[in-house]
């Protein structure tokens, strides 16, 4: 089992600046090089969608919506995910999200684990 832990979560206005970081901690059953990690929201009333992600090979994706603000990053010593958001507007509202998954298809279908999400609101 995989335990998922996000932090950094708040309020800002438009424009600002928020970063997210999430650590994973249990048993994988297989090195953390060999996971992808990534971030996902989801607004009120909407369904969860993917944000950005950094898969197993090093390959990073991001959400056109995203392109350009947000930078993910991941440090696997730490075994660890970072989302740095900048320029942020009022659309990026939401929960987020960070996933753990076995491929690189980044899809909440194929998640495996979860977090409990932290809440980013951003304010006019």
């Known amino acids: 089992q995989v335990r998922l832990v996000e932090s950094g979560g708040g309020s800002v206005q438009a424009g600002g600046s928020l970063r997210l970081s999430c650590a994973a901690s249990?048993?994988?059953?297989?090195?953390?090089?060999?996971?992808?990690m990534g971030w996902f929201r989801q607004a009120p009333g909407e369904e969860r969608t993917f944000v950005a992600g950094i898969a197993w090979s090093g390959s990073i994706t991001y959400n056109l919506a995203v392109k350009g603000r947000f930078t993910i990053s991941r440090d696997n010593a730490k075994n660890a995910v970072y989302l740095q958001m900048n320029s942020l507007k009022t659309e990026d509202t939401a929960n987020y999200y960070c996933?753990?998954?076995?491929?690189?298809?980044?899809?909440?279908?194929?998640?495996?684990?979860w977090g409990k999400g932290t809440l980013v609101t951003v304010s006019s």
């Open positions: 249990g048993a994988y059953g297989h090195t953390p090089r060999s996971y992808s």
């Open positions: 996933a753990v998954l076995r491929g690189s298809r980044w899809s909440p279908t194929s998640v495996d684990y």
